[in-house]
């Protein structure tokens, strides 16, 4: 964690240390004109309108030779066969697999609609590449059959492999399928005494009092915020036998939403991704370079002669350590994401290392944001 100070030691209330290389200025990102605004569709959704989850049990055929050969999956192609009449012996399942298929149903589809479903293998399959759904039932959480899953297998996976080598890339045991709505599933209902409500996708007070304030602008006593994820509008008279043109005149309102200052970082990836609004106080930074060198030079033990010995390699590990005097620097407070990045980008400072010192800030209390660790 020493280490990862040194990035910080460039800074001394803002300014370059002594002997370093300036830092590049933002001059041509400063002359961009850059639209801060987004609508307020993009940001919201009506209370209502919501998708529902389906799934079911089904079969791949026509794989070629990547089946599955798990108990699973004979009990399921046998029961397939008896349903059809047919009394079959042992079944051989290397060109067949067990599957799961899963999809969402938008809100105000029609029967007939088509829409795209998930295909994952549950066996030990090890490609649904060129293979094909059986029919397949997807149901909803209450048991009843909302569409119905067929057709070959769309899939970006490969896997090869040999006795000592094999390669794959991305997932060859999921795949994607198209199915058919055949039940329409109805939306609760949006208009409720006159008036709908937009749902926040990110929570913020003042976000919500932005798309009151824009949308009272234009109908005004029309809006009002109930808390810091809801808002709720009157339907104008002239819009009662119109609520689209409505709804769409709203969903084109632009805002600009609020921002938490927030960082986020995923360690299983080594990303991390920080706001705009964070900031970091005043802190005291003590860098320090340590080098840990390690080499293995292993030599072979010849045994004397007429004793009977074997040649035996011996392991040798040399291990060093350099160290360099630390300095400290004081690193001015109020400093924004712009400055750490404009470092960090000139440094090239590997994420993994950014992670580092952003737990330390937090830990010391200088980072004046949300630390959210996934």
Known sequence: ML?????YGLLINGQPAHGQTPLPEYSEARNLQVDDTVRVKDITFLEGERVNHVSGEGLVFGLSGTGGKAEQTRVMATNYFLRRGMQVGTVNTKNMSAVVVSGKIPAYARKGETILVTV???????????????????RGIDDEIYAIAQGP??????SAGGNAASLQKNHPTVGVCEAIVEREIGCEQIVRQGRIRLVLRNKAYSTATQIMNAINAAFPDHAVALNSGTVEIVVPRQFSQSLPAFISMVGSVRVQPDQPARVVINQKTGTIVMGHNVKISRVLFASENIVIATSESPIASQPAPFSGGETAILPRSDVGIFESGGTYNVWRG???VGDLANALNTLAVSPNTLIGVMTSLRNQGALQAELVIE
């Open 153 to 158: 297998i769309i899939g970006g996976g490969v």
């Open 334 to 336: 109020g400093l924004t």
């Open 120 to 138: 994952s293998v549950v066996d030990d399959a090890s490609s649904l590449r060129g293979g094909t759904l059986n029919q397949t039932a997807l």
């Open 3 to 7: 280490c990862c100070a040194v990035v």
